[in-house]
């Protein structure tokens, strides 16, 4: 019938948008995924907002998110690549990429990075190693307010490094500091407001500042990358591969070179994500686990007690998760929490859409609203607080929830998961064994701010910890 005709055609709903401008007066720019997810308690589960003249369906709230991405995996798969990021990858690699460039570089990175990196013994020891590396660092303040994302940065890319080059770095050497730095500082500028005006006029190209400093941190982070390609590719040994880019490299020869996607570009995009994707993220969910556990000090006692009883003082292993339910149910509730990646990484429609009564244009942005998952009132308890019961059974035993879903879901989930979870309690645990985390001197646990900074991942604000050595 025509009324039938009409519901099928019908756009989500929205704010009424302006000329130029959209609906930019309803968004901070600084958090703007907290104003959408104001405006998901009036819009509804789905709904159209314009970032200036730019269109942008939003997904709110775990059922809508979990049927976009999961039920309706193929037309929602595709990336939307805002002009910040086409400018930075140039369609190759695998975060800001689509089609069969997308498609290949995400199976060869899986399937090296479970070779190299997740499920085998071979990260779990790379990443115990690191664990002692950093606790030096930690013990060298000796009890003193310090700031963590240094050495924590460091110690998450050298899990990458070893994984990608084979290899750790010392944290004195000048190249690894540099590299951390020029990629942290871009994870930073990208989230800037700036550069969200930059993606909705385009042709603000040379006028935005941040933009030309992501340009140049992006300049010099290829150039070391090439710098450390060249080396390996002079000692490469096609029998016994170092790690990731060997066995890019390897591959490329054993294809017939023209059409293959085994080319340069490819190689040193899918490494620059690796980093880009894998240590802000890690490193950010590590700061926010310690700033918990020195503002909730019972929460940090129980996690000790439950780590003393059941591993003693020797080095926490992954066997040892299905033997630590409380802790693993803090993590979980620190991940939910701490919602680093409140918007995900925007998508776009492969095709024109019908989904739940609504029309989506093919090529229309889409934003799943992944804070609106992890503080979704239908699924939590209590979504506004610390609280890991949520991840715990009346006889506390740790339970799954579905609307746990930091990493997102569907065919662009998080590629790095498994390994981001093994790092996350090997490092946790054995930080947890070895140190009591505290406010700084005269400050009080309520004084510790969660107001996260601004950027595209999120991160706690600055602050200062000190780590008091236990004795074990
Ligand atoms: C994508 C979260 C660690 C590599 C993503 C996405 C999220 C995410 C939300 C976007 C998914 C989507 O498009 O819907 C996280 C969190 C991490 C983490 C919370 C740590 C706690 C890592 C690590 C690596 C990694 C350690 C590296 C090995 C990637 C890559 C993508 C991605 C390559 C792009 C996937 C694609 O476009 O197909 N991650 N991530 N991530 N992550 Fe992670």
């Known amino acids: 019938s025509h009324s039938r005709c009409q519901q099928t055609w019908k756009e989500p709903p929205g704010p009424k948008p302006l000329p130029i401008l959209g609906n930019l007066l309803l968004i901070d720019l600084k958090r703007p995924y907290l104003s959408l997810f104001s405006m998901s308690k009036q819009y509804g589960s789905i709904f159209t907002v314009y970032f200036g003249p730019k269109k942008v369906v939003v997904l709110a709230g775990y059922k809508t998110v979990k049927q976009a991405l999961v039920n309706h995996a193929e037309e929602f798969e595709d990336r939307d690549i805002s002009p910040i990021f086409a400018d930075f990858n140039k369609g190759y690699g695998i975060l800001f990429s689509n089609g069969n460039n997308w498609k290949e570089m995400r199976r060869f990175s899986l399937s090296t990075l479970r070779d190299f990196g997740m499920g085998k013994r071979g990260s779990e020891g790379k990443i115990?190693?690191?664990t002692h590396y950093l606790r030096e660092v930690f013990e060298q303040f000796k009890g003193n307010p310090f700031d963590t994302k240094q050495p924590l940065n460091y110690a998450i890319s050298n899990i990458i490094s070893a994984i990608v080059y084979g290899s750790r770095f010392e944290y004195s050497d000048p190249l690894f500091k540099d590299m951390v730095v020029w990629s942290n500082e871009n994870v930073r500028l990208i989230g800037s407001a700036s550069i969200q005006v930059y993606n909705m006029f385009p042709w603000l190209r040379s006028w935005v500042r941040n933009r030309k400093l992501i340009m140049i941190n992006r300049e010099n982070s290829i150039k070391g990358i090439n710098r450390l390609v060249e080396h390996l590719q002079e000692t490469l040994n096609p029998q016994d591969c170092r790690g990731l880019i060997d066995?890019?490299?390897?591959?490329?020869q054993k294809l017939s070179s023209g059409s293959t996607l085994f080319h340069e570009q490819n190689l040193v995009y899918t490494v620059a994500n690796l980093f880009g994707a894998g240590t802000d993220t890690t490193a950010a969910t590590l700061r926010w686990s310690l700033l918990l556990m020195a503002k909730y000090p019972h929460v940090q006692d129980r996690v000790q007690e439950?780590?003393?009883?059941?591993?003693?003082?020797r080095q926490p292993v992954m066997e040892d998760r299905k033997n630590l339910p409380y802790t693993h149910a803090v993590m979980h509730e620190i991940q939910r929490l701490a919602n680093i990646a409140p918007m995900s990484v925007p998508h776009t429609t492969t095709c024109d859409v019908h989904f739940q009564g609504f029309f989506i244009k093919k090529g229309t942005s889409v934003v799943p609203l992944l804070t609106s998952v992890l503080r979704d009132e239908n699924e939590w308890e209590t979504p506004n607080t610390f609280?890991?019961?949520?991840?715990l059974d009346k006889q506390g035993r740790f339970?799954?929830?579905?609307?746990f879903m930091p990493f997102s879901a569907g065919r662009r989930v998080c590629l790095g998961e498994s390994l981001a979870r093994m790092e996350f309690f090997l490092f946790f645990t054995s930080l947890l064994q070895h140190f009591r985390f505290t406010p700084p001197p005269g400050v009080s646990e309520d004084q510790l701010d969660l107001t996260p900074a601004v950027g595209f991942i999120l991160s706690p604000s600055p602050h200062k910890l000190c780590a008091v050595s236990r004795s074990v």
């Open 387 to 391: 609280n890991p019961a949520h991840f």
């Open 128 to 130: 115990i190693e690191e």
């Open 399 to 403: 339970v799954k929830r579905d609307a």
């Open 306 to 313: 439950e780590i003393d009883r059941v591993v003693g003082g």
């Open 247 to 252: 066995c890019f490299l390897v591959h490329k």
